[in-house]
């Protein structure tokens, strides 16, 4: 019979792994991209940003010249005496006129109308960015949660094929009496709880497959081996990229158009209009009535019961709330940073002590197999050091998975 080693162990993973990984991609970033691909929420702020460009183009044709016809026919009778005054009506009239007016004199005014579409459209795509963000984030999350449950699952099953071969020797020792049927039993014992546990793992890794597939958008039930993730830690963005900051950047820009806005009110406006058609009040005379007209007309507001200083104010306000929840994220964002990486420190020292541990414990389950094959070791003591052994074993995977949990949102706070 061949010497249980944790290296064969992790050869034969290693080898389950890279089989699966051919015959299908299921890595981390094909869920990403599925998910990406699929979010209805990321779909509609696209779809947001360009029906956005369509607001910028009605913007801008609201500054072409703007072209109406306008047509009257009216009759106004006196009756004994009775109707309308015809200096008023002239007693009947037909108007049929082309009409064209255009604002003018208005490039600063158009300038920050179009300011006011674009930081619309940042704003929306920095939105977009941020749960694209989200969603990678959610994703990875699950897919460890996922992993973690095969990675267990698959390890365990080696050692219940081991204890598989253990239990066939034992029957031959029992036969022989070199151990007693009792022990055989607590093999049993231990090789039916391992089968259990197994089932339980199995059970979770589907559940938590189909999370995955849910979060992801993906109609499937079929369920495949997954790729060992590998999330390296990012670069940190400044905050004029990070869409975490970005957010308090666009608000601050709006609040800084909105005044330019409302100035905008307060200078005065020109419009051009002309006009040609037929403006008749006599029929017998109406071929002499066609005609044109053209003018300029000026608005100045004068006043308007002090509205542009409340505006104002309010803006102020809105200004100062928009810093305080700036200044906040600011300081909870460095702390929960901090931390992160502080965790992240103690989960790789972690990790290397588990490393020396399990060195250790697979001395102790050769050794202590050596001395059952001998018959002095009980079996229960056999068991034990291999329920030590997986312990070790989970802890590691744990601290793996934990660690790679930590980059993640690490990476998400960095973006």
Known sequence: MSAFTYRSLLSVLSLLSCFFSYCQDHSLDYYISKGVANNPTLKDL???VRANQYDSLITRATYLPQVSFNGLLMYAPVVNGWGYSDVITNGQQFIGTLNVS?????KKTREVNYQKIGLENQSLENSRSLGVNELKKAVTAQYLAAYSALEESGFQNQVLSTLGDEEKALKVWVRNGTYRQTDYLVLKVGIMQLERNIRNLELQYRKEFANLNMICGIADTAVYKLELPSIEEQLRQSEEKS?????????????????????????PSVTWFSDGGLVNNLPSDIYKNFGISIGLSLNLPVYDGNQRKYNYSRLRVEEETRKNY???????????????KDELDKVRSLTLDNEKQLETVKQLVEGE???????TLSVAEYILALKSLVETVHEGL????????ILNEINFLKQ
Do not use: C, H, V, W
């Open 46 to 48: 696209s779809n947001r």
């Open 102 to 106: 255009q604002q003018i004199f208005n």
């Open 243 to 267: 869409p975490l900051f970005r957010t308090f950047i666009i608000d601050s820009l709006k609040l800084q158009n909105e005044k330019l806005l409302i100035d905008r009110k307060y200078k």
């Open 326 to 340: 700036q200044d906040f994220f600011r300081a909870r964002y460095n702390t929960q940073l901090k931390q992160l």
């Open 369 to 375: 197999r050596a001395l059952m094959n001998t018959g």
């Open 398 to 405: 744990q601290y793996q998975i934990r660690a790679q949990y």
